[in-house]
């Protein structure tokens, strides 16, 4: 069995590419570009309730930084740098490597440098810090949406939480439905370019992890207005809707933007090649509220808005 | 039950005082000091490995900060910002707001700004990422070490382990030993101001908290070195020595200096009002390797050097 010390340094001790000393020692050092504003994020992925036990490691290994991707594009920052820390059970040196090799899929595709971290033995956790920059105030917050916005959200939201549902016996899933619902589940792809290109543009953005929903009822709650959402194709009933409205895990981008940018949305999608979709607008109203109603003007009523860890 | 919004918001955001946004979007930003090195560290602590599960949480708040601390102090950074990540059972919502004071206290005593967080409900377990900053090229490394150097040790290595063995029941220790030992347990004292006084003065440093000889290990493979110990009042024999040599858990300095510093280093002792203490030299050699004598000159066996998360 590996030591701890051997486990990092064949696993996660990789040459870095724009840090000034990494892995193996008390702390790493990094040069932030003068200027920059440094945006910063952690995340917890804990198994059974973010992952199941089962899950392929390589896919764990880049959904773990995936996740936390999500985070830097959700604020429009270009993400640089990142810690690991993981609990693992009796290491099997072979998932550990896997597990790395998703991690590093990642890191080189987003051209982030593994910087530090920490590994110790209990039940399997992963808890990633992640760190991006963004010119001064020029990050995109929760709480700046204004009456009148359009709201929009990116790609597919639901896939995530329809191929989890297929997993767990509770539908069927045929092809090409159930490849794209795995992918989304298993490999999600953070909506960098996308927070980039919203820098200026959008007036709040936050993340899908916890169902569409529940998130737009942060940015409105810090924003201090109401929703109004009719949303184009909405599956009518069952559990595609559900998970369209409440499913998480999807890290697309939900956003706002002033409804004189809309055609504006539209040109970015296209150059993006990424489904951006109107699903209503905001309004002066009690602060987190949301009316959702069909193509025929009915209410309706969610079973739930999303996902709390301690509910 | 407090929803987990509910919680962060009652128990983890403050006011912050050098930060631009903190608790509360998906990410916080900070504007590092324009000039400077950032200097980052990230730390687990898991039940029933580094804490026992009926640990007052007030202090496991406090030591939750303080060992992430302790790397800055490593590094002779000033340690500036701190994010938290908890992995909770059932949460009692007292037990979370003990373990919150404990945390700002000692947060508010090295003036740190908690800027970040994600809780998730699982077996106990806190996941600190800690940031300071450091002028380029003056942070210290375990890999700067030079032949012939003194080997320095601040504090007294070795009591919260023997603390522990006291609430284990393997040795019973009598006041005031007892409070000492189990202040260094529960309450240990990241030593900051010694970490930035050694700026440009240490070849090397890294906090204990594996083992004396096992972190002293590191500094000497990192530098390609052998060590020559011979230890002042080192306790003769039994658990007070295996404690001394290779308990962890102090979160005490363990630091090289050229040798004719050895003046300037009992000059800094006063100063601080710290115990300082040679334990030897470092030599040309075996890296790694380790020779500890007595008094008189007897060679001395370890049982061990210190604790290996997967050994």
């Not at 490691?57 to 996740?67: F, H, I, N």
């Not at 790609?155 to 159930?178: F, I, K, S, V, Y």
């Not at 007036?203 to 940015?219: C, E, P, Q, T, W």
Request: aromatic share 6%; glycine share 10%; charged share 20%.
């Amino acid at each position: 069995m590996p030591s701890e010390f051997e486990l990092i340094n064949h696993c996660f001790k990789r040459p870095t590419r724009h840090t000034v000393l990494g892995v193996g020692d008390d702390g790493a050092l990094i040069s932030p570009t003068p200027g920059q504003e440094l945006v910063i994020s952690t995340d917890l992925l804990v198994e059974g309730t973010h992952f199941l036990a089962d899950t392929n490691a390589e896919d764990l290994g880049w959904k773990t930084l995936a996740v936390n991707l999500s985070d830097m594009a959700a604020m429009g920052a270009q993400p640089r740098w990142a810690t690991l820390a993981a609990v693992l059970p009796a290491p099997s040196f072979d998932w550990i490597e896997a597990f790395s090799r998703g991690l590093f899929d990642c890191a080189d595709h987003y051209n982030i440098d593994l910087i530090g971290g920490d590994t110790t033995r209990g039940p399997r956790a992963f808890c990633v810090t992640i760190f991006g920059e963004a010119p001064p105030g020029q990050a995109l917050r929760r709480n700046g949406a204004k009456a009148g916005d359009s709201i929009w959200i990116s790609g597919q939201p639901g896939r995530a939480a329809l191929g989890l549902a297929h997993l767990q016996r509770r539908t069927t899933l045929r092809e090409p439905d159930l490849a794209h619902c795995l992918a989304a589940l298993h490999r999600p792809q953070p909506r960098i370019e996308l927070g980039l290109a919203l820098r200026g543009i959008a007036s709040a953005a936050i993340d899908v992890s916890d169902g569409l929903l529940a998130d737009l009822g942060h940015i409105l709650e810090q924003s201090n207005l109401t929703a109004r959402l009719h949303i184009p194709n909405l599956p009518p009933t069952g559990l595609a809707r559900d998970c369209w409205l409440s499913g998480g895990d999807d890290y697309e981008l939900l956003f706002t933007a002033a409804a004189e940018l809309d055609g504006a949305m539209n040109a970015l999608a296209n150059r993006l090649e990424l489904a951006l979709t109107r699903i209503g607008e905001t309004a002066a109203g009690t602060p987190g509220e949301l009316i959702l109603s069909d193509d025929d003007g009915e209410l309706i009523t969610p079973a739930r808005r999303g996902y709390d860890h301690f509910m």
